[in-house]
């Protein structure tokens, strides 16, 4: 046919339209759907410039999540980018294995500075000192402090934009307690919040886990976090985490506070963090061969609005009626704009808000205006409707569009969840034995198997799954515990121990 034929030829001319497949080369994919408009490559290694499509999308969860903080009496606050070497040395087991990734300052111009100055990869030693000369009393707890800020990582293995970045922005939540149930109480509290982020505005399902000693960040005493799943490449993703550090920064900082019989006693701390990763999971999960898949309640753009004008209709009555939906669906609280651009064609315009994974596209046109015309004025009563995430066209009434394209929406946010979730379901796999494990990491699964919890078999399943595609490791133990029928003997599947708990293990990011 001659109109497929020209859309093909404006394709090529345009360059729009992806040149790799999700399934055939998911890296090359990855980095084309991200450079469309999220992403700018800059000539520094692994930074990246985050341009307004996806900044927009780190803005929306931002506003969830620091209201719910504040919720929670957690209060904003910012400190320096800078430490300095005797702080950031301080304590010595937390930074022991991360030393290879501090980036350091030595100059100022081209003289080199007489001490050089560390930039920060996390606040912890940032922080504390002043945790310790604010806390005196009972009265001074909890302090509860949170920032929004970037952090260096000189990170040497291979960069992917969002996903390991040199440089990052996040969320760092720093909290001391007089009490450890305190602490124990807000670590789940703040885990549920990560949740959320990835299930109610992301519609990526995760795993709620607590992780083994060897994974757990080592500074604390234990680190929960939410885990996530790439069905294409078999990978793991922590998507953010939440420590009780214990008494172990306190100890180092000297954190101390008298408690209400005067006695001396030590503060229990947490931190918390979320980052940009939450993006380029969301992009892994839900994009398609035609581009970004946006879930509504995270996309900046909503929906779409594009007339679609024909020789002998009224242009002005079109692009009249394109403004005034966009205005109806703004004012009931709908992220919505036109395209009104006159120098792209309407498939054009098209194929560009389904790269850039617009939820919803509404095409205005004189078809529509066709049905509803009265002589010589227009009245558009007609609209249609087209899903980004499964292409379904609908025809739905003007006068009460609003409802309609809310649940349209709806639909839309709750079919993508749906659907990554069946995707992450159908590559778990339960293993109870070693064979077992190594093949259901050949497909590349996402594998439960019961679990010893010996650190030192832990290091085993690494040594024996090392090769070109890198080792397996434990993603989490699930908070929600299977049964495990102890009593009935269940046995560790890589030591053949009795097992002491179900655990997520797999490749990971
Ligand atoms: C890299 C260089 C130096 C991770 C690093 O997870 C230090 C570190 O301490 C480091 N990479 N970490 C662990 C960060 C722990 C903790 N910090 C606050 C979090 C949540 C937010």
Redo the contacts with the bound molecule.
Sequence with gaps: MAGGKKKKEVKKETGLGLSFKKDENFGEWYSEVVHGEMIEYYDISGCYILRPWSMGIWEIMQVFFDAEIKKMKIKNCYFPLFVSSSVLEKEKD??EG??P??AWVTKSGKSDLEIPIAIR????TVMYPYFSKWIRGHRDLPLKLNQWCNVV?WEFSNPTPFIRSREFL?Q???TAFATKEEADEEVLQVLELYRRIYEEFLAIPVIKGKKSEMEK?A??LY?TSVEAFIPNTGRGVQGA?S?CLGQNFAKMFEINFENEKGEKGMVWQN???YSTRTIGVMVMVHGDDKGLVLPPKVASVQVVVVPVPYKDADTQGILDACTATVETLSEAGIRAESDLRDNYSPGWKYSQWEMKGVPLRIEIGPKDLANNQVRDRILVVCVRCVRRDNGSKSDIKRDNLVEQVKTLLDNIQQSLLDAAKQKRDASVQVVKTWDEFKDALAQKKMILAPWCDEEEVEKDVKERTRGEMGAAKSLCSPLEQPELPEGAGTICFASGKPAKKWTYWGRSY
């Design positions: 937390h930074i991360f030393a990734e501090v990869p996390t606040s912890e990582r996040w760092e939540g720093h960040f500074g604390g680190t985490t420590h931190s918390w963090a």
